[in-house]
């Protein structure tokens, strides 16, 4: 079940017209760019699509018009994450979620919990998730790290919990999940810059920011690294480098919804408190942009 999230994959941004009113249009080219470029699922609702600032009611307008866009062509994951264990149940099985395949669910966030929290929390959505569970481990934004140990815990108590995104940047920590996993649990990384050295010590993928940008190069990035052709991964992840660090200078989505505009795909927009790039940020992603796509 799990090899369904195996290679690229994209956190999709949402992206919104002048009045904050969610752009299915734009959204609509976003997931066509994704289904043209080879990557092989995507993820709604994630950090990066602003869910915090979405109302349950354009949840699930947006979980239908993806799902219906890309018409079982690829996997499609769902974001359900929060500090509340019992809210994050209650939408788990309040939501229409028959056309998606997974969710992705972040380590509760603000709160702190212990690994026992963490491992308890888990354990509850897993246990009456109606869709496979993807662990989501972000420290530099919930606050807290979910530790090897628990992510390792969680992997042998549940078949639900198929998989984890990777975004601690520890290497170390990883190296011990990809050690003592159980078979057939996966490992993805959270972090673009990081997809190529993951993969070389057994990682699955990614769960990429930038593949709403350049689909086609994490696609290419992602499946040459699994091939085991990593002279021409470290190749292609070098000349990425550059626009992946610039994504996030001035906060994510900002970055990617800044260089989709200086390609003329969406407005660049976000619902506060998010705000758009700074000038400077935005001509170093329009020029790597350009760079990128020759």
Do not use: W
């Not at 866009?69 to 994050?88: L, S």
């Not at 549940?158 to 011990?176: R, Y």
């Not at 050690?179 to 010590?201: C, E, H, N, Q, Y």
């Amino acid at each position: 079940m799990n090899k369904n999230f195996r290679g690229a994959g994209v956190a999709l941004i949402t992206p919104f017209k002048a009045d904050l009113t969610i752009d299915f249009e734009g959204l609509g080219k976003i997931v066509d760019s994704q289904l043209e470029n080879q990557i092989d699922y995507m993820v709604v609702l994630g950090t990066t699509a602003e869910t915090s600032t979405l109302n349950a009611a354009e949840k699930q307008q947006i979980v239908d018009f993806v799902c219906k866009r890309a018409d079982g062509k690829i996997p499609i994951i769902i974001g359900i994450g929060g500090n509340n264990t019992q809210a994050v149940i209650d939408t788990a099985l309040s939501m229409d979620l028959s056309k998606a395949d997974a969710i992705l669910s972040v380590v509760p966030y603000f709160s702190k919990p212990t690994q026992e929290g963490i491992f308890q929390h888990y354990l509850a959505i897993a246990k009456v998730s109606p869709l496979p569970l993807i662990l989501y481990n972000v420290p530099g934004r919930t606050g807290v790290n979910m530790s090897a140990e628990t992510t390792l815990r969680l992997a042998h108590a549940s078949d639900k919990i198929i998989a984890t995104k990777e975004a601690s940047g520890n290497i170390s920590e990883i190296t011990k999940i990809l050690r003592d996993k159980p078979a057939g649990f996966t490992v993805l990384s959270g972090d673009d810059s990081l997809v190529v050295p993951m993969i070389a010590i057994g990682a699955e993928g990614v769960i990429s920011v930038a593949a709403n940008i350049v689909p086609k190069a994490i696609a290419d990035l992602t499946h040459l690294a699994l091939e085991g052709n990593f002279k021409a991964a470290a190749q292609l992840h070098l000349r990425m480098q550059k626009i992946c660090e610039a994504l996030f200078i001035d906060g994510n989505p900002g970055g990617a919804k800044a260089a989709l505009h200086s390609a003329g795909i969406i407005e660049n927009v976000l619902r506060l408190p998010l705000v758009p790039v700074n000038s400077a940020t935005y001509e170093i992603l329009a020029t790597e942009m350009q760079l990128i796509n020759r």
